[in-house]
């Protein structure tokens, strides 16, 4: 039995990289899927943040319904930040909404640690070293004696730039042969994959582009990478539908915005004691190599060097004199009296105290004069669902305008900043998401053309009608008629019940799993 549906995460992927490579000829899968295929940009979340974007993207929801605002993310009720995981997403994915469907989920974001599923689930993104990461647990054995575990997890630039690439390049070749076999393997109805390749390569190359540099190609290397393991993967089952999705685009990081300062720069926040143990910044001074060492030999140090991490993320500031704070992705947070630990800010004040600080951040300007923030948008205005109490205040489009929300939280001279080094992985950011993503698709159910544009939140329900499956109703996404060949045939169902979200991590997962985070460049 070979897939009927397959469904290739290409995080990161724009059109704004891939059309000129496409012209050149540079990509001939993906040339193959548009030309007998659909094309269209495809709508992100917000945030347009790798493990939310695909939450939504495979439960047909936003993240006010699933409840996955990003991997790290402030602690409810807290003045700290806690990892997410698959525990506690709430909505129902897309290996949980089938009857009679052999599945094979393979590292796609927020689903570690892995579930059982009819088929089979490896969740390496976001799995810590060392961690059991497949179900059924033999499927990683077996995986483990005919590849490196390392080629097939994610992974980060801890030596050369140059053997990066060349990573990300072999780690592709291996994935596509690994995942056409374990396809075969446990008989899989529908696949859905994610690599996260070409958004490392972006992430970190992108400042080289149009230059005489040796990594001037790149990014460019990488992406003709994963068109060739696309290829493995359409060539060994020619029949099924394919969908090729991006969870966000890309472009150029123009700065840092450091909210904080512009914050107590302008009355709306005081900078206290910064929490956390001088051991904990000695030890995230370390190079990578010795910090694994550390790790292996005295792990409970680490964790605990961790936890004094998670404490202080949120900044130093003296909450109570402060009226709003940060969170991690562009999220901003009212110190509301009552929800807050510290609260000062009445819920009659905080309306009005909302808009003075989005018109405040909307006027921002970096040095040249070009503004900061695109748009800052309430939390009712994006999101809806039962997790919507887990959504910020005000969250603000930096993405849109080409900046980033520092990952540094102490105060700095300037309110906009160059891109620093991360400490987790010694080199700087040079590129960010952007909103719009990449849709392809082709196959015998797919309907050739062009679309103006889709939604990260119609690819859940459109692999349901491939899959004869019924479509949920409630969902913020639709099977979009002029994808199918026979859009008259997908078939609405009730509304999916609601998931268990049966709880956080222990202290010594969370602080495995959010060093990984860090090594790999998303915490700071």
Known sequence: MAPRVIVLG???????????????????????????????????????????????????????????????????????????????????????????????????PMSFPPSKVDGAMVAGYGAPPGSRFCEPASLQDEIARRWSLDDLLDRAPHGSLVQFRDDLVRGLATQAEALVWAAKETGADCVAAVWPHVDRAQHFFWQFRDSDHELAGAIDDVHEAMDRATGAVIEAFPDADVLVVSDHGAGPLLGDVNVGTWLSRNGYATYGDAPGSRVAKAAWSLPPSIRKLGRRLAPGLARKAMGAKLAGELAPFDWDQTKAFFGVHSDLWLNLEGREPNGIVKESEAAALLIELAQGFLSIRDSEGRPVFAAAHRRGDVYSGDAIDLAPDLILDSWSAGFRVAPTRAETEEVVIPPAPLSGVDEPWSSDHRPLGIFVGAGPHIAAGRSDELSLYDVCPLALALLDQEVPAGLDGVARPEVLVEPTSVRVGAEAAQRDASGAYSDAEAAAVAAHLKELGYIE
């Open 10 to 108: 290409w995080d990161s992927a724009t059109f704004d990289v891939v059309d000129p490579l496409l012209v050149a000829g540079r990509l001939p899968n993906l040339a193959g899927l548009i030309e007998r295929g659909r094309r269209a940009p495809l709508r992100s979340t917000w945030p347009p943040m790798t493990d939310c974007a695909w939450t939504s993207a495979f439960t047909g929801r936003n993240p006010g319904a699933h409840g996955i605002f990003g991997s790290w993310y402030r602690a409810p009720g807290a003045y700290a930040c806690r990892y997410f995981s698959a525990r506690d997403r709430r909505a129902a994915a897309l290996w949980e909404l089938t009857e009679g469907v052999r599945h094979l989920v393979w590292n796609v």
